[in-house]
T-cell receptor, first 109, second 115 residues
Framework: RKEVEQDPGPFNVPEGATVAFNCTYS??????FFWYRQDCRKEPKLLMS???SGNEDGRFTAQLNRASQYISLLIRDSKLSDSATYLC??????????FGDGTTLTVKP | EAGVVQSPRYKIIEKKQPVAFWCNPI?????LYWYLQNLGQGPELLIR????????DSQLPKDRFSAERLKGVDSTLKIQPAELGDSAVYLC?????????????FGPGTRLTVL
């Protein structure tokens, strides 16, 4: 079993839809969490950090559930430009980073 | 502010040949990471440096891969000899430090094809 697991998708949604991705992790020593966005043949770009209290950035909401060891990303009012692969990454206090394999989102007109 | 710089962007070599990749991190970032990414998978850590010290190289195949960050700034990753299975994208990332929250910023990567 991988340390960080994501549903690979693909998720195909119409414009304006709300879509949610989950990411589960197995290392209980994990301390910091992020969502990255990766476009085809590009490098991953930081989308947002994930805080214990949950955080929102425009149409994007990230949440952390330490008890169940998962993080989530909610995208509201999907745009065509949201089409990408979304990677979650989990870091331990020792600085070890583990990426999931990503969830692919395609937003269609 | 300049981001993480990597070169070359693309490299095609014959198997058994050596190859080297170069990375210059964001100015002031003490931690530098080398990742390997295969198609359809997330980045996998090869080595992490804090300044010039390699603090995590447990996933680096040391029989053919080597890396250095001599002055704690830019870094070179080398493969010698390359194998067909080494074809992948090699990503370099940097962060201010490796303790949380340690947001990482990635370079554009080097796409390696081994023939």
């Amino acid at each position: 079993r991988k340390e960080v697991e994501q549903d690979p998708g693909p998720f195909n949604v119409p414009e304006g839809a709300t879509v949610a991705f989950n990411c589960t992790y197995s290392n209980s020593a994990s301390q910091s969490f992020f969502w990255y966005r990766q476009d085809c043949r590009k490098e991953p770009k930081l989308l947002m950090s994930v805080y214990s209290s949950g955080n929102e950035d425009g149409r994007f909401t990230a949440q952390l559930n330490r008890a169940s060891q998962y993080i989530s990303l909610l995208i509201r009012d999907s745009k065509l430009s949201d089409s990408a692969t979304y990677l979650c990454v989990v870091n331990t206090n020792a600085g070890k980073s583990t990426f999931g394999d990503g969830t692919t989102l395609t937003v269609k007109p | 502010e300049a981001g993480v710089v990597q070169s070359p962007r693309y490299k095609i070599i014959e198997k058994k040949q050596p190859v080297a990749f170069w990375c210059n991190p964001i100015s002031g970032h003490n931690t530098l990471y080398w990742y390997l990414q295969n198609l359809g998978q997330g980045p996998e850590l090869l080595i992490r440096y804090e300044n010039e010290e390699a603090v995590d190289d447990s996933q680096l195949p040391k029989d053919r891969f080597s890396a250095e960050r001599l002055k704690g700034v830019d870094s070179t990753l080398k493969i010698q000899p390359a194998e067909l299975g080494d074809s992948a994208v090699y990503l370099c990332a940097s962060s201010f430090e490796s303790r949380p929250p340690n947001e990482q910023f990635f370079g554009p990567g080097t796409r390696l094809t081994v023939l």
